[in-house]
């Protein structure tokens, strides 16, 4: 089993930066993925970023390439997404997953956090 909590989203203005925070616990060895994703209110969950953690590659959606990185600290079990320039339609929950396969999409993601909000004012 692996546990993952987000933390960091919060309330901001248009083009300010957050950074969130995933922290890993449990069978961490085991993962082979990590991904950020949202979900808007009335829309489905969509893909932000993902990390290959065996040699750290990154994937990005399209529309967050440029304003979002994903990183990760191994030493802390922890995953940041770095957001820059937000936008109001950045508005969402937050959620952070972990895959034990090479995962591109949140079915294939197996543990998920519970998520945090962000909200970007215009």
């Known amino acids: 089993q692996v546990q993952l909590v987000e933390s960091g989203g919060r309330l901001v ?22 991904g950020w994703f949202r979900q808007a209110p009335g829309k489905e969950r969509e893909s932000v970023a993902f990390m290959i953690l ?5 994937y990005y959606a399209d529309s967050r390439k440029g304003r979002f990185t994903i990183s990760r600290d191994n030493a802390k079990n922890t995953m940041y997404l770095q957001m820059n320039s937000l936008k ?5 929950v937050y959620y952070c997953a972990a895959s034990l396969i090479v995962a591109h ?18």
Do not use: K
């Open 13 to 34: 203005q248009a083009g300010e930066t957050l950074r969130l925070s995933c922290v890993a616990s449990g069978r961490t060895s085991s993962i082979y993925t990590m």
């Open 88 to 92: 109001p339609e950045d508005t969402a």
């Open 105 to 122: 999409t949140a079915p294939q993601y197996t543990y998920w956090g519970q998520g945090t909000q962000v909200t970007v004012s215009s």
């Open 54 to 58: 065996s040699d750290g590659s990154t």
